[in-house]
């Protein structure tokens, strides 16, 4: 954690690794008593070292991507609809094609295989 530049503010910083949202954010500074606005460097020793540990029992960054990646392969590999509708860069949770089909084609684009 020590490692990666961080913004000015400390739950910012917190939400720039992937799989740490707002909220999972405002949890852990409430629980190692950090306030929202303290900048990292004002940190002490003993709290940069909680952190850190508590981010390593969190599943984030790319654990979570290739366990994200590997639930989207395993839907194509079934052949459900949702994984033929990610393999075709389709909307996948009942949105509209007819007209509002352009977003979803650009956030789904995947390989065009079955």
Known sequence: ???????????????????????????????????????????????????????SDMKIENDLRRQYLDDIKRLKETGTYRGRRHALGLPVRGQRTRSQIQTAVKLNRMERRL
């Open 1 to 55: 954690m020590v490692c990666v530049n961080f913004p000015e503010r400390n739950l910012k910083s917190l939400e720039s690794f992937f799989g740490v949202g707002s909220q999972a954010s405002s949890r852990l500074l409430a629980r190692f008593y950090i306030h929202p606005t303290c900048k990292v460097g004002e940190l002490a020793n003993k709290q940069v070292l909680d952190l850190t540990a508590a981010l």
